[in-house]
Protein backbone atom coordinates (compact mmCIF):
# COMPACT_ATOMS: atom_id res chain seq x y z
CA UNK A 1 0.00 0.00 0.00
CA UNK A 2 2.92 2.39 0.37
CA UNK A 3 3.92 1.89 -2.74
CA UNK A 4 -0.01 3.11 -4.24
CA UNK A 5 0.53 6.30 -2.03
CA UNK A 6 3.98 7.33 -3.04
CA UNK A 7 2.16 6.93 -6.81
CA UNK A 8 -0.66 8.83 -5.84
CA UNK A 9 1.36 11.53 -3.73
CA UNK A 10 -0.96 11.06 -1.28
CA UNK A 11 -0.78 10.67 2.63
CA UNK A 12 -2.67 6.98 2.76
CA UNK A 13 -4.30 4.61 0.33
CA UNK A 14 -6.37 1.37 1.23
CA UNK A 15 -7.50 -1.81 -0.33
CA UNK A 16 -10.78 -3.03 0.07
CA UNK A 17 -11.90 -6.83 -0.61
CA UNK A 18 -15.27 -7.23 -1.86
CA UNK A 19 -17.93 -9.77 -0.88
CA UNK A 20 -20.26 -10.05 -3.20
CA UNK A 21 -22.89 -12.43 -1.30
CA UNK A 22 -22.93 -10.43 1.48
CA UNK A 23 -22.69 -7.28 -0.28
CA UNK A 24 -20.04 -6.01 1.81
CA UNK A 25 -16.64 -4.44 1.38
CA UNK A 26 -13.80 -5.08 4.32
CA UNK A 27 -10.54 -3.14 4.32
CA UNK A 28 -7.94 -5.23 4.02
CA UNK A 29 -4.71 -3.67 4.14
CA UNK A 30 -3.97 0.34 4.58
CA UNK A 31 -1.44 3.23 4.49
CA UNK A 32 -1.75 5.89 6.52
CA UNK A 33 -2.33 5.95 10.67
CA UNK A 34 -5.93 6.00 10.98
CA UNK A 35 -6.92 3.67 8.38
CA UNK A 36 -4.55 0.89 9.66
CA UNK A 37 -6.41 0.97 12.54
CA UNK A 38 -10.13 -0.09 10.56
CA UNK A 39 -7.78 -3.24 8.89
CA UNK A 40 -10.16 -5.89 9.26
CA UNK A 41 -13.27 -4.21 9.72
CA UNK A 42 -16.69 -4.81 7.55
CA UNK A 43 -17.27 -0.96 6.13
CA UNK A 44 -20.41 -2.08 4.31
CA UNK A 45 -21.06 -0.10 1.39
CA UNK A 46 -19.97 3.21 2.85
CA UNK A 47 -17.96 6.32 1.49
CA UNK A 48 -16.36 6.74 -2.52
CA UNK A 49 -15.24 2.75 -2.48
CA UNK A 50 -19.14 1.88 -1.45
CA UNK A 51 -19.96 3.87 -4.24
CA UNK A 52 -17.47 2.43 -6.61
CA UNK A 53 -19.10 -0.94 -5.75
CA UNK A 54 -22.24 0.38 -6.88
CA UNK A 55 -21.59 2.53 -10.06
CA UNK A 56 -18.56 -0.15 -11.25
CA UNK A 57 -16.94 2.92 -12.43
CA UNK A 58 -14.10 4.77 -10.33
CA UNK A 59 -14.78 7.80 -8.36
CA UNK A 60 -13.11 11.12 -7.19
CA UNK A 61 -13.86 13.98 -4.65
CA UNK A 62 -12.57 17.01 -3.34
CA UNK A 63 -14.88 17.56 -0.82
CA UNK A 64 -15.34 14.38 0.20
CA UNK A 65 -16.78 14.85 3.76
CA UNK A 66 -19.26 17.04 1.92
CA UNK A 67 -19.86 15.21 -0.91
CA UNK A 68 -20.49 12.03 0.73
CA UNK A 69 -21.94 13.20 4.22
CA UNK A 70 -23.04 10.60 6.49
CA UNK A 71 -22.04 8.02 4.20
CA UNK A 72 -18.25 8.29 6.03
CA UNK A 73 -16.76 5.63 8.00
CA UNK A 74 -15.43 7.72 11.53
CA UNK A 75 -11.72 6.61 10.67
CA UNK A 76 -11.99 8.75 7.54
CA UNK A 77 -13.44 11.42 8.96
CA UNK A 78 -11.19 14.81 7.68
CA UNK A 79 -10.41 13.43 4.50
CA UNK A 80 -10.35 16.14 1.89
CA UNK A 81 -10.31 14.48 -1.62
CA UNK A 82 -9.80 10.95 -2.81
CA UNK A 83 -10.65 8.62 -5.06
CA UNK A 84 -11.25 5.04 -5.35
CA UNK A 85 -11.02 2.33 -8.49
CA UNK A 86 -12.48 -1.26 -9.07
CA UNK A 87 -10.03 -3.83 -9.15
CA UNK A 88 -11.49 -6.68 -11.28
CA UNK A 89 -10.22 -10.00 -12.06
CA UNK A 90 -11.15 -11.79 -15.20
CA UNK A 91 -13.96 -9.37 -15.25
CA UNK A 92 -15.97 -9.89 -11.53
CA UNK A 93 -15.44 -6.77 -9.12
CA UNK A 94 -12.67 -8.06 -5.91
CA UNK A 95 -12.21 -4.78 -4.74
CA UNK A 96 -11.47 -1.51 -4.23
CA UNK A 97 -8.18 0.71 -3.65
CA UNK A 98 -8.41 4.01 -2.55
Given at each position: ???????????????????R??????????????E?????????????????????????????????????H???????????????????L?G???
Amino acid sequence: MSEVSKLLRSESAAFYVYDREQATLTLSAAFGEAERQAVGQQVGMKGLAGRVVQSGVSQLTNDYERDLGPDIHPVFRGVRRAMAVPVRWQGDLRGVIS
